[in-house]
């Protein structure tokens, strides 16, 4: 088609479909909750992404109901909950709380607090079990989170192995929350695959990161929406100076990775209603990395690291058709990624999923739709 440019799916690998509050509450009744959820899932196929890696509290049961075609959707690689230790940034507790909240079988996998490597190991194998594709840690200090400084190591060395060896027993592997070098090279050192946000990192551990083939998946939208409303939706202002503080950071960071090597790929982190904005961190990256890294970063790369590579990632002959159809040059605008009317055209499998030339009926805003016209 004239004007119009073939890619590969997008792929995010780190989303949050389960926080579909920005301040990490789930306070609405589970229908809506559910149906909430449902929305964000189907909207981010029509966004053009066909791969998705769930970064933590979406209970894996929702992988397996797009899986079985009863929800329009991505394939969603799940993590189940979040591993955290006690007062770690998956420790959502105010300081004078006790008791944990877990998470709701079947909708939201929630977090599990667990110290010592026994504990970890017992909760990655728990994590395994209910369907995670991987598993997630929490390594560092965080932002949203009340009780814990950016800079704090989490988790001690033998703690994340435990979690690595788990996950490598069922060939596969962890990422971790991890912003601070001390915390990085911890991660590092007990064998983990992928690193998110990783903002303050230096040139030593960079070089490291590189010699250990990890990745670094950065998420720069999440600060850039946060940093100018997450006060408006509900987050703590002590939340959102440390959004601030660490996206400050965020650029440079892909600048020393890019420096030594580092294979880099691509997430989001939103929460709540900014979720719609997930195509906007390719047009953040690509003001560091040029347009055609933002878009091999979350194509060719996340695929590498979601161990799919073989599959999806890139147009070859023999590999999953996962594709879209875009308005235009996105090496000449590469904002048009960021505007789901340009995706005119979606495939999944070789399955045409949304095709907006043709009216195929989509889903925008929680809402049925046909192409063209509001329903």
């Keep these: 088609a004239t004007g119009r440019f073939l890619l590969p799916g997008l792929t995010d ?3 949050h479909f389960s926080v579909t509050e920005a301040d990490g509450r789930t306070t609405r009744p589970l229908a809506a909750f559910a149906l909430r959820v449902a929305a964000f899932i189907e909207e981010t196929l029509d966004q053009g992404f066909t791969t998705v ?3 933590g509290g979406l209970d894996p049961a929702w992988a397996q109901v797009v899986a079985n075609g009863l929800l329009r959707g991505p394939c969603i690689l799940p993590s189940g909950a979040f591993l955290s230790q006690t007062g770690g940034h ?6 004078h709380q006790d008791t944990i ?3 709701i079988g079947g909708l939201v996998a929630g977090f599990v607090i667990c110290d010592g490597a026994d504990e970890v190991r017992k909760a990655a194998r728990d994590q395994l079990r209910r369907g995670a594709t991987q ?4 390594a560092s200090g965080g932002a949203a989170s009340p009780t814990d400084p950016i800079d704090a190591t989490q988790f001690t060395v033998a703690e994340l192995r435990a979690a690595v060896d788990e996950a490598r027993v069922r060939d596969t592997y962890v990422l971790a929350h991890a912003y601070h070098p001390k915390s990085i090279a911890n991660c590092l050192e007990a064998g983990v695959r992928s690193i998110e946000h990783g903002n303050l990192l230096d040139e030593k551990t960079a070089r490291d990161m590189a010699g250990e083939g990890a990745f670094l998946v950065p998420t720069l939208v ?3 929406v946060l940093s100018e409303c997450g006060e408006q939706l509900g987050m703590a202002k002590s939340s959102v100076e440390k959004i601030r503080y660490v996206g400050a950071s965020g650029e440079d960071s892909i600048c020393i990775a890019m420096e030594a090597g580092v294979r880099i790929g691509s997430g989001s982190d939103l929460l709540g209603e900014p979720m719609r904005e997930k195509a906007r961190e390719l047009v953040l990256q690509a003001r560091v990395m040029g347009p055609l890294a933002a878009i091999v970063a979350a194509t060719k790369t996340n695929a590498e690291l979601f161990g799919l590579s073989d599959r999806i990632g890139t147009l070859e002959e023999g590999k999953q058709a996962d594709l879209i159809l875009v308005d235009g040059d996105p090496l000449a605008d590469i904002g048009i990624l960021a505007d789901a009317s340009r995706i005119r055209v979606v495939l999944k499998a070789g399955a045409v999923v949304k095709d907006l030339d043709n009216g195929t009926t989509i889903t925008s805003g929680g809402q049925a739709v046909s192409a063209g016209r509001s329903a």
């Design 222 to 224: 999440t600060y850039e």
């Design 53 to 55: 890696r769930d970064a």
């Design 135 to 138: 598993i997630k840690v929490m």
């Design 101 to 103: 909240e877990h998470g």
């Design 13 to 15: 690998a780190h989303v």
């Design 90 to 95: 998956g420790d959502w507790r105010a300081p």
